[in-house]
C-alpha cells in the first residue's frame, strides 16, 4: 500500500512570507501528526490531528497552525516565516494515534523548508 | 519533563565491527521505547521498540533491552555492514502519545 506521501518535497521561502506543507496518510490512517526536525533541536513535535480535530500540541509558536480534512489529509502552515524555521518537516500517520498506534507509525519523507 | 539523552557521534567503525549506541531517559511512568533509523534523503523508520522493563526489541540483527534500573536503552549490533550506515534515533512515548526524540546519533561505517 501507498506509504505517507508529502509534498512539495523541497521549498524555499523569503523571510515574512507564509508557507503550507500537506501530508497524505496511508489510506485508512486517522491521525496525523507533525514533527520538526533541525541541527539545533533535533526533532520536536508540532502537532496531532485525529478525524479534523487537533488532539494535542506542542510547544511552538501560534505562527504554525495545522489542520485535518474529511479524507484524513493533513495540511501545517507557517506564517511570518523566520529564518529558524529552516527544517525538515516529517508528519507520521496511524491508524488512530493511540499509545499502540506509536508501533505503527509510519513517517514521509518530509518537506525540507528552507527560509532565505 | 520527558527526556532522552543518546551518546553523541558521529560514530565510525570498520565492516563487521560490534556496535554499540547508548540511550537513557527520564520519564514520568512507564513509557514505551524506541529506536529509529533514517537513511539520507528519508524520512524515519521503526529498527525496533520495547514496550515494558526487561524486554529485549530486535530487528535485522540490531538489539535493545529496556532497562528500567539503569533508565537505558542501548543498541546493539554484532556485526555492522556499510548499508547500516545512518542516523539512528532513541525515542519513548511521552504524553498525548506524541514521541521524544534523542539528538541522533550518525553512524558510518567503512568497507
Known amino acids: 500500500k501507498a506509504g505517507v506521501t508529502q509534498t512539495p518535497r523541497y521549498l524555499i521561502k523569503t523571510r515574512g512570507q507564509q508557507v503550507t506543507l500537506s501530508c497524505s496518510p496511508i489510506?485508512?490512517?486517522?491521525?496525523v501528526s507533525w514533527y520538526q526536525q533541525t541541527p539545533g533541536q533535533g526533532l520536536q513535535f508540532l502537532f496531532e490531528?485525529?478525524?479534523?480535530?487537533?488532539?494535542n500540541k506542542g510547544n511552538f509558536p501560534g505562527r504554525f497552525s495545522g489542520r485535518q480534512f474529511s479524507n484524513s489529509r493533513s495540511e501545517m502552515n507557517v506564517s511570518t516565516l523566520e529564518l529558524g524555521d529552516s527544517a525538515l518537516y516529517l508528519c507520521a500517520s496511524s491508524l488512530h494515534g493511540t499509545m499502540e498506534d506509536l508501533y505503527g507509525y509510519t513517517f514521509g519523507s518530509g518537506t525540507r523548508l528552507t527560509v532565505v | 519533563g520527558d527526556s532522552v539523552t543518546q551518546m553523541e557521534g558521529p560514530v565510525t567503525l570498520s565492516e563487521e565491527a560490534f556496535l554499540t549506541i547508548n540511550c537513557t531517559y527520564t520519564?514520568?511512568?512507564?513509557?514505551?521505547l524506541f529506536w529509529y533509523v533514517q537513511y539520507p534523503g528519508e524520512g524515519l523508520q521503526l529498527l525496533l521498540k520495547?514496550?515494558?522493563?526487561?524486554d529485549k526489541g530486535s530487528n535485522k540483527g540490531f538489539e535493545a533491552t529496556y532497562r528500567k534500573e539503569t533508565t537505558s536503552f542501548h543498541l546493539e549490533k554484532g556485526s555492522v555492514q556499510v548499508s547500516d550506515s545512518a542516523v539512528y534515533f532513541c525515542?519513548?512515548?511521552?504524553?498525548?502519545?506524541?514521541?521524544?526524540f534523542g539528538a541522533g546519533t550518525i553512524l558510518r561505517v567503512k568497507s
Open positions: 490531528y485525529f478525524s479534523e480535530t487537533q488532539r
Open positions: 520519564a514520568t511512568g512507564y513509557p514505551s
Open positions: 520495547a514496550t515494558k522493563a526487561d
Open positions: 525515542a519513548l512515548s511521552g504524553w498525548g502519545n506524541k514521541l521524544v
Open positions: 489510506s485508512g490512517h486517522r491521525s
